[in-house]
């Protein structure tokens, strides 16, 4: 199960890698109409989330995270490496696959502050649902932000 649930991962998160591979370092700074965030702050969010999933949902130890997104509440402007920002999305990437590979029972329950008592199975959904949704977002700043 957990190599059918990889490829399911690895296909939604597509649509955060296709616009990885597409962004440049000037596009990190731009915003979309009113958004608070930039490019640069949603890949790092995206990615500093499924750290925290792989390491407090899915309890591989071996993650090392820092969730400065989270920290500063806010975009602080600090986002505008690519190179930095593709090292850490692919840091995360790596970390989420071994963590999703590691589980073996996905109807045992997790609780956590952020969105309370979950299986496993459902928190998946959850990890799959945040990247695509914030790449909706990433893809709109890089078509129409300034």
């Given at each position: 199960?957990?190599?059918?649930l990889?490829?399911l991962?690895k296909?939604?998160?597509?649509?955060f890698?296709n616009l990885l591979?597409?962004?440049?370092?000037?596009?990190?700074?731009?915003?979309h109409g009113?958004?608070p965030?930039?490019?640069?702050?949603l890949i790092r969010?995206i990615a500093?989330?499924?750290?925290?999933?792989a390491?407090?949902?899915?309890g591989?130890?071996?993650?090392?995270?820092t969730?400065?997104?989270l920290?500063?509440?806010k975009?602080?402007?600090e986002?505008?490496?690519?190179d930095?920002?593709?090292?850490?999305?692919?840091?995360?990437?790596?970390m989420l696959?071994k963590?999703?590979?590691?589980?073996?029972?996905?109807?045992a329950w997790?609780?956590t502050?952020?969105?309370?008592?979950k299986?496993k199975?459902?928190?998946?959904?959850r990890?799959?649902t945040?990247?695509a949704?914030?790449?909706?977002?990433l893809a709109?700043?890089?078509?129409?932000g300034?």
């Open positions: 199960m957990n190599v059918q990889i490829q991962w296909e939604g998160r597509t649509r890698t591979d597409k962004i440049t370092e000037a596009d990190l700074v731009k915003k009113g958004s965030n930039s490019a640069g702050f969010h500093e989330v499924e750290l925290l999933f390491k407090n949902v899915f591989f130890s071996e993650v090392k995270i969730a400065k997104t920290i500063a509440g975009d602080t402007g986002w505008t490496s690519l930095e920002l593709k090292q850490f999305s692919t840091y995360a990437a790596e696959e963590a999703i590979l590691a589980q073996e029972d996905w109807s997790i609780e502050k952020e969105f309370g008592k299986t199975a459902a928190a998946f959904g990890i799959v945040h990247t949704y914030h790449s909706g977002q709109l700043i890089l078509n129409y300034n």
